[in-house]
């Protein structure tokens, strides 16, 4: 059974550039939550896609944005990125509330590390 | 102030020792209170999950929750150098699906 996968691994990009980041959810899940988590500190909440909308979202600027795919896949896009958004962008995902499933077991990714020049 | 505290450490321990970890947290709306683990460059790992106050224990692992002081703690009983890593707590709100993250604890558990 796989878990929550990530692509890619590494992604060095330079200011001003745009970047899109993947997630595939663990198999049975359908909610991904996408987090920041920038070197010596936990990860941010950025938001959360559930029946491909988003339903919730942390203090991050439109210049996040994503997307949830029928498939439950999803994307993280950030444009004219900033040398402040390196970090480890993780996925996590989970069952929807009021599906029987316990909506707090999170299951991360490997994250993906994004360097910004 | 940030909404969850956590001391950064690095905790430096000798096998077999026990260790405590502790959050501190501001939101008293928090109701679910987790623990994970992190290794160097992966994702976190659940370990714990409580709900509302009260202990749980899970093998080397116990958590507690002091809703009253705001206080979350982990113990991790004969540690082992295979418990080296970051641990960060989470926790959330009742009616919101969206985890606030402490900014994680070092361990560093010695031979």
């Known amino acids: 059974d796989a878990g929550v996968t990530q692509s890619p691994t590494h992604l060095i990009k330079t200011r001003g550039q745009q970047v899109t980041l993947r997630c595939s959810p663990k198999?049975?899940?359908?909610?991904v939550s996408w987090y920041q988590q920038a070197l010596g500190q936990g990860p941010q909440f950025i938001f959360q896609?559930?029946?491909?909308?988003?339903?919730q979202r942390g203090n991050f600027p439109d210049r996040f944005s994503g997307h949830q795919f029928p498939n439950y896949s999803s994307e993280l896009n950030v444009n004219a990125l900033l040398l402040g958004d390196s970090a480890l962008y993780l996925c996590?995902?989970?069952?929807?509330?009021?599906?029987?499933?316990?909506?707090?077991?999170?299951?991360f990714g490997a994250g993906t590390r994004l360097s910004v020049l | 102030q940030k909404e969850v505290e956590q001391d950064p450490g690095p905790l430096s321990v000798p096998e077999g020792a026990i260790v405590s970890l502790n959050c501190t947290y501001s939101n008293s709306a928090f109701q679910y209170f987790m623990w994970y683990r992190q290794y160097s460059r992966k994702g976190p790992e659940l370990l714990m999950y409580t709900y509302s106050s009260g202990n749980k224990e899970d093998g080397r692992f116990t958590a507690q929750v002091d809703k009253s002081s705001k206080y979350i703690s982990l113990f991790i009983r004969d540690s082992q150098p295979s418990d080296s890593a970051t641990y960060l707590c989470?926790?959330?709100?009742?009616?919101?699906?969206?985890?606030?993250f402490g900014s994680g604890t070092k361990l560093n558990v010695k031979p």
């Open positions: 989470a926790m959330r709100p009742y009616s919101f699906n969206k985890f606030y």
């Open positions: 198999s049975g899940h359908d909610t």
């Open positions: 896609y559930y029946e491909e909308e988003e339903r």
């Open positions: 996590a995902s989970s069952l929807a509330p009021g599906t029987g499933g316990v909506v707090d077991i999170q299951y």
